[in-house]
């Protein structure tokens, strides 16, 4: 399985990093030892001194597919559900300003910590669901699918025409505004549609 993230999905999120609005997917990757599953904790690494926070819905996909027209996307997936796209902000800048890749910002252990899935099929409409992310209580960040500048069935035509999709890969979608960083001690919930999919600690 493969992890594929969309950046700067969410027009208020490329404003608040003062970043450019795309004319086409800005498309990453993470390896799956990114994962982090079963709300096990994240430990912060010594390599950063500023990881953030980006909650997202994210989208299981179900069957193998490649150069798919956005009509029939709907059926290559199965199940969504929220993770987190940790991000070595520091890294990142550091890589930028150089011109560089930033995949060790967004790709190093423990820097996808996902949900269980639940069937797409006990939701009305992907593209109106509302999710958030509280940091010990308080809400940090509240998005909802209707604001993506790429929905979801787009993304996944888009990547399918480069990249082939597998069954259990994990499209990640972007992160609305309120992005941050996090520390030892804190406590991160992420919540979808009023169901808590996320709960785990930073250590």
Do not use: C
């Amino acid at each position: 399985m493969k992890i594929l993230a969309i950046g700067r999905n969410y027009v208020d999120h490329i404003k608040e990093l003062n970043n450019e609005i795309p004319d086409k997917p800005v498309i990453f990757t993470k390896p799956d030892t990114a994962i982090l599953k079963n709300n096990d904790p994240f430990y912060y690494p010594d390599y950063s001194n500023d990881i953030h926070h980006e909650i997202e819905v994210i989208i299981r996909i179900s069957k193998q597919g490649k150069s798919i027209q956005p009509k029939f996307a709907h059926k290559y997936y199965d199940a969504i559900g929220l993770g987190i796209d940790f991000t070595a902000r520091d890294l990142q800048t550091e890589a930028k300003e150089k011109g560089l890749p930033w995949a060790l910002a967004k790709g190093f252990n423990g820097s996808a910590p996902i949900s269980d899935f639940i069937p797409v099929s006990e939701f009305e409409d992907l593209q109106n669901l509302d999710f958030e992310l509280q940091v010990n209580g308080e809400t940090r960040q509240k998005g909802n699918t209707s604001l993506m500048m790429y929905k979801i069935d787009e993304l996944i035509a888009y990547i399918s025409r480069f990249i082939t999709l597998s069954t259990g890969d994990i499209i990640f979608t972007g992160t609305p505004k309120g992005v941050g960083p996090v520390k030892p001690g804190d406590r991160l919930t992420g919540i979808l549609e009023g169901r808590k999919m996320l709960d785990f600690d930073i250590k």
